[in-house]
């Protein structure tokens, strides 16, 4: 991986050629009192270096004369290590990670001023850590000072993630690879939950399950805190609590998938518990999968990334209207946003290093970002019928009947030269495939 780390480095000088980008490690998350939470790196940061310790800076000075990469790192501290575990240290850092040069951390305020001095700008994102900020917001006043009377220096600040966002938008070969994993691991624990799923367990077994699975196969864990919502629980979208008893004829929604070396999954499926749907279910449930199939095609090379949400959004109004949960003219629902207290997300997202992975939606006010391959996208049509709904003062009231009924499909979409792979294909969504004959 390190090649690919170094090619990444690569282009991402190419394009800020003249400036400074510097990349702050992740802090560590406290879970409570003095217990830490297992650490997790900053993605760009993990994106640029692999490293993978807090307390750490990257520089990235392309018009240095001599240090391109830099890194400063905790130094080696036997002590420390006893009780946090083994540091990479600044010898090793710079065999195994590929950098010009690594300081100890502690020596960042000597030596950062000659890698922002000689640019013209300097590329970073302002974080949580308002220390770093400002101390990084010090060099740069320092160095604005001298501007007028050297003529050069860094006259502007400006956010990384519009030169290095763009690039991981579009993954690698060696990132599909991770993605696959991911997604392979998390097929098989869906189809464990499937197996396990019954009355009288609860909600907590199956995720306990899957995610006994997600370590098992290898993933880091979850990608993201599991949802497994029976019956009502369905109709709460990051329903998290997964403490529910499952009963008779409920509808089990799952949206879990597994991280696999910081890559990520994210997978829904909805299935009746016993094998059959009541009738209401099963018209809900048909709706949302057409309203999921015809997204999923207009996922395209060069189609508008906003065609696939409105492709979903019209098969599942023009459904309600059919059903009589909503009245009106397709278009004028869906203009005014009739539609929202039975679907009020949007249809997906990108997918990569982070689940709700970076990348633009829009080029700009008018403008939607077209599809390229190598984009990973998730679509996720659902249906939410609260127990409480509340409608517009022109619409119907909602029959009892589809009263706490919550759907949602979604599946990873890698958008490809001439067309798409569903990467999540194998988890079974088909009616013949969810159901009891």
């Given at each position: 991986m390190q090649a690919e780390y170094r090619q990444r480095r690569q282009k991402l000088m190419e394009t800020i050629r003249t400036g400074t980008a510097i990349?702050?490690?992740?802090?560590?998350?406290?879970?409570?009192?003095?217990?830490?939470?297992?650490?997790?790196q900053e993605s760009d940061f993990f994106y640029l270096t692999g490293f993978n310790e807090p307390n750490a800076v990257a520089v990235?000075?392309?018009?240095?004369?001599?240090?391109?990469?830099?890194?400063?790192?905790?130094?080696?501290?036997?002590?420390?290590?006893?009780?946090?575990?083994?540091?990479?240290?600044?010898?090793?850092?710079?065999?195994?990670?590929?950098?010009?040069?690594?300081?100890?951390?502690?020596?960042?305020?000597e030596h950062l001023p000659q890698y922002l001095a000689g640019a013209d700008r300097i590329y970073y994102?302002?974080?949580?850590?308002?220390?770093?900020?400002?101390?990084?917001?010090?060099?740069?006043?320092?160095?604005?000072?001298?501007?007028p009377?050297?003529?050069?220096?860094?006259?502007?600040?400006?956010?990384?993630?519009?030169?290095?966002?763009?690039?991981?938008?579009?993954?690698?070969?060696s990132e599909l690879a991770l993605i696959r994993k991911a997604v392979e691991i998390s097929i098989e624990a869906h189809h464990l939950a499937r197996e396990m799923a019954q009355p009288g367990r609860y909600e907590y077994e199956i995720q306990a399950e899957m995610e006994r699975l997600f370590r098992l196969r290898g993933g880091v864990g979850p990608a993201y805190p599991s949802i497994v919502a029976s019956g009502f629980n369905a109709c709460i979208?990051?329903?998290?609590?997964?403490?529910?008893?499952?009963?008779?004829?409920?509808?089990?929604?799952?949206?879990?998938?597994?991280?696999?070396?910081?890559?990520?999954?994210?997978?829904?499926?909805?299935?009746?518990?016993?094998?059959?749907?009541?009738?209401?279910?099963?018209?809900?449930?048909?709706?949302v999968l057409t309203a999921q199939e015809a997204a999923i095609a207009q996922v395209q090379p060069g189609k508008p990334y906003n065609v696939f949400h409105d492709t979903a959004v019209?098969?599942?109004?023009?459904?309600?209207?059919?059903?009589?949960l909503l009245q009106g003219t397709v278009e004028t629902l869906i203009e005014e946003e009739k539609y929202k207290p039975f679907y009020m997300h949007r249809t997906g997202h990108w997918l990569g290093l982070d689940?709700?992975?970076?990348?633009?939606?829009?080029?700009?006010?008018?403008?939607?970002?077209?599809?390229?391959?190598?984009?990973?996208?998730?679509?996720?049509?659902?249906?939410?019928?609260?127990?409480?709904?509340?409608?517009?003062?022109?619409?119907?009231e909602v029959p009892e009947k589809w009263r706490g009924i919550g759907i949602r499909i979604e599946d990873d979409v890698l958008v490809t030269a001439d067309g798409h792979e569903v990467l999540t294909a194998a988890v079974p969504k088909s009616m013949a495939a969810i159901t009891t004959p």
């Amino acid at each position: 991986m390190q090649a690919e780390y170094r090619q990444r480095r690569q282009k991402l000088m190419e394009t800020i050629r003249t400036g400074t980008a510097i990349f702050r490690s992740a802090p560590m998350a406290v879970m409570h009192g003095d217990v830490e939470y297992n650490f997790r790196q900053e993605s760009d940061f993990f994106y640029l270096t692999g490293f993978n310790e807090p307390n750490a800076v990257a520089v990235i000075a392309p018009h240095h004369e001599e240090h391109q990469f830099v890194l400063f790192v905790q130094p080696k501290d036997p002590l420390m290590e006893t009780w946090t575990g083994y540091r990479v240290g600044v010898d090793l850092a710079k065999a195994e990670y590929g950098a010009d040069e690594v300081y100890p951390i502690t020596e960042l305020d000597e030596h950062l001023p000659q890698y922002l001095a000689g640019a013209d700008r300097i590329y970073y994102r302002l974080g949580r850590d308002r220390t770093f900020n400002q101390t990084l917001l010090d060099h740069w006043q320092c160095l604005l000072a001298k501007v007028p009377k050297e003529g050069i220096g860094p006259i502007a600040l400006e956010d990384p993630i519009t030169v290095l966002h763009p690039q991981r938008l579009i993954k690698s070969e060696s990132e599909l690879a991770l993605i696959r994993k991911a997604v392979e691991i998390s097929i098989e624990a869906h189809h464990l939950a499937r197996e396990m799923a019954q009355p009288g367990r609860y909600e907590y077994e199956i995720q306990a399950e899957m995610e006994r699975l997600f370590r098992l196969r290898g993933g880091v864990g979850p990608a993201y805190p599991s949802i497994v919502a029976s019956g009502f629980n369905a109709c709460i979208l990051h329903y998290t609590e997964n403490t529910r008893q499952i009963q008779d004829q409920d509808l089990l929604l799952i949206d879990a998938a597994c991280s696999y070396e910081y890559y990520n999954a994210d997978i829904t499926r909805t299935f009746p518990v016993q094998g059959r749907f009541t009738p209401e279910q099963q018209i809900l449930y048909e709706l949302v999968l057409t309203a999921q199939e015809a997204a999923i095609a207009q996922v395209q090379p060069g189609k508008p990334y906003n065609v696939f949400h409105d492709t979903a959004v019209k098969v599942l109004t023009q459904g309600l209207v059919d059903l009589g949960l909503l009245q009106g003219t397709v278009e004028t629902l869906i203009e005014e946003e009739k539609y929202k207290p039975f679907y009020m997300h949007r249809t997906g997202h990108w997918l990569g290093l982070d689940v709700h992975d970076v990348g633009v939606y829009k080029q700009n006010k008018d403008t939607w970002q077209p599809f390229q391959p190598g984009q990973v996208v998730t679509v996720e049509p659902g249906l939410y019928i609260g127990l409480d709904i509340q409608l517009a003062e022109d619409q119907p009231e909602v029959p009892e009947k589809w009263r706490g009924i919550g759907i949602r499909i979604e599946d990873d979409v890698l958008v490809t030269a001439d067309g798409h792979e569903v990467l999540t294909a194998a988890v079974p969504k088909s009616m013949a495939a969810i159901t009891t004959p």
